[in-house]
């Protein structure tokens, strides 16, 4: 059997979509004839924690787990355990995200002056992220540990970005093949333009940017227009692998029901994940307040349940319209329970972060939401990258954040259909098209066959 490093700052027992790409692709590399060697942190910084993540792990894979030096864990010895939010937006990205009122204290609303400063030392101390600390240990570490372990390629994910400057500093020493693998794009990130970044900072962030895409033996991107971007900055090849669902965990793939979920009756618009307010979905707000003033039957069924960590302006915004005992706000659930919540929906709502950059991401959730097989409503560009999915899969329709003809469509048929299938043991059927292409396995074989070609 062929093995692959793969350097990864995020592994199960952390949650996350970042989380689930990886220990997905590790689970069925096995059967396409690699070993999954994890190289990751023994003390990382994590967002959330999901032990049933930690059942994906096959028996081949190997797991080394070393030390790191993180800013805020300093800072956090230093001034105990209530460590503001300010400094959290040291961390990075992904760890802010649970770890105060703001799901994303990077590209949140207005700033404190500690917070403002704590963005610019981020963004111009830490070059390309807080994890760069870990780079020199781990290329003095792994290049002992391959000449006494060879493995036959390596692959790395970010972000962190820092993960994919150890594989290129591995590549050059080694030769071994290396696959930079992007699950967000770099400098053109939506919240890259809030680091308050000095000219030379951001000159240093397209150097190791260029110099990641040209030095890697291939890249992967997981969104088309990210690969389109990618490709036009370098020659060497960008592969496209998108998230996707993992068919055991929708046992039954053309189940409808609820799941075991008590109050079938219920109109429920759920959502899962983290829920930024830089995507709150104001105009969708206002469209179910409006219909409940209208219709009292409405308004006695609907639940808006919201999975994963919320930001409180959110939250504060449904309680203004008077949808507050409507709401049913479960904070973070794991993976198994999260896909029981999308099932049992009546409505999947994705909202999407409210800048430019958004229009090329496809979220992770999204491809568990075509998994549930229940009717989703994106709102965000009608253009993007998530609306393309949506169409080709006929699995929703996205709209515009000020659509409100659009929203309000999306809502009623979702409520008829609702209505069609109230009393039943189980919702109306609702089958979305082609959406083989987006199974953990089949894009697994997608990542072996470029593995087999290096």
Not at 269 to 295: I, M, R, S, Y
Request: hydrophobic share 40%.
């Amino acid at each position: 059997m062929k093995r692959v490093l793969v350097i990864s700052y995020y592994w199960p027992p952390a949650g996350g979509s970042g989380v689930q790409r990886w220990t997905k692709f590790s689970k069925y590399l096995p059967s396409e004839g690699w070993q999954p060697v994890i190289y990751t942190p023994e003390n990382p910084e994590l967002s959330s924690v999901d032990m049933t993540l930690l059942d994906d792990i096959p028996a081949e894979a190997e797991i080394i787990r070393r030390p790191i030096l993180e800013p805020y864990g300093i800072y956090r010895r230093l001034m105990g355990s209530n460590a503001s939010t300010d400094m959290k937006t040291l961390i990075g990205n992904d760890a802010a995200k649970a770890t105060g009122g703001e799901v994303n204290p990077i590209s949140g609303g207005s700033k404190s002056w500690k917070q403002s400063l704590s963005l610019w030392i981020r963004g111009n101390l830490f070059v390309p992220d807080p994890r760069v600390w870990w780079l020199r240990p781990s290329v003095r570490f792994l290049k002992k540990y391959l000449k006494e372990h060879p493995v036959d390629a390596i692959v790395t994910t970010g972000p962190p970005q820092s993960m994919h400057l150890i594989g290129l500093k591995l590549h050059k020493a080694t030769g071994i093949p290396w696959v930079a693998d992007f699950r967000d794009p770099w400098t053109k990130m939506f919240y890259y333009k809030h680091l308050h970044l000095s000219k030379a900072a951001d000159r240093k962030q397209h150097r190791m940017e260029k110099a990641v895409l040209d030095g890697a033996s291939a890249v992967i991107s997981v969104t088309p227009l990210v690969q389109r971007e990618f490709q036009e900055m370098t020659r060497t090849p960008v592969v496209l692998i998108t998230n996707g669902f993992d068919e055991d965990d929708y046992p039954d793939m053309s189940a409808t029901g609820t799941d075991g979920l008590d109050n079938a009756m219920e109109f429920r618009v759920t959502h899962t994940g983290l829920f930024a307010e830089d995507g709150n979905p104001l105009t969708l707000w206002d469209a179910l307040a409006e219909k409940c003033a209208a219709d009292e039957a409405f308004k006695s069924a609907l639940r808006i349940r919201l999975i994963g960590k919320v930001d409180e302006a959110i939250i504060t915004a449904i309680e203004a319209r008077g949808l507050g005992p409507n709401l049913v706000n479960l904070g973070y659930k794991p993976h198994n329970e999260a896909v029981a919540e999308q099932r049992s929906a009546s409505m999947l709502i994705l909202p999407l972060r409210q800048e430019p950059e958004y229009r090329n991401v496809l979220p992770g959730k999204i491809f568990e939401y075509l998994a549930a097989r229940r009717p989703v409503l994106g709102i965000g560009q009608e253009d993007g990258a998530a609306a393309q999915v949506l169409a080709d899969t006929r699995s929703g329709v996205m709209c515009n954040w000020d659509n409100a003809a659009g929203i309000r469509s999306a809502v009623d048929r979702a409520w008829s259909m609702h209505l069609a299938g109230q009393g039943r043991s189980s919702f109306p059927a609702f089958n979305p098209g082609d959406i083989e292409r987006y199974t953990r396995r089949h894009l697994t074989h997608v990542l072996a066959t470029l593995l087999n070609q290096l």
